[in-house]
């Protein structure tokens, strides 16, 4: 779920990914998995606060963080060299 979390977060921007520099990608890259690790460790926080019968567990956690990791990956590799494809409309 969190690869395709991260994935999909990083395909909203993927026109200024592309049109930007390599510092702007990184930057992308790197929030897009920050936001995948915090929302991961909340989810976590409130099953174990709030939901009764539930329980967080660190193992799920980490599970969230290679999901996430994995979906920039994957979107780094696929769309890294964007301005090539054959199809510009595909960025639009």
């Known amino acids: 779920m969190y690869l395709g979390f991260a994935y999909l ?3 909203g921007y993927r026109k200024s990914f ?3 520099g390599k510092s702007y990608r990184l930057k992308a ?5 920050a936001i995948g690790i915090v929302y991961g ?3 976590e926080i409130m099953q ?3 939901i009764p019968g539930r329980v967080g567990s ?5 599970a969230d963080i290679i999901g ?3 979906g920039v990956l994957f979107f780094y590799f696929f769309h ?3 301005n090539k494809s054959k199809n510009e409309a595909y960025y639009k």
């Not at 890259?29 to 998995?33: A, E, N």
């Open 9 to 11: 977060t990083l395909w």
């Open 18 to 20: 592309m049109e930007r």
């Open 29 to 33: 890259l790197w929030i897009t998995l």
């Open 41 to 43: 460790a909340l989810t």
């Open 48 to 50: 174990e606060t709030f």
């Open 58 to 62: 660190l193992f799920d956690w980490i």
């Open 68 to 70: 996430s990791v994995l």
């Open 80 to 82: 890294r060299d964007g």
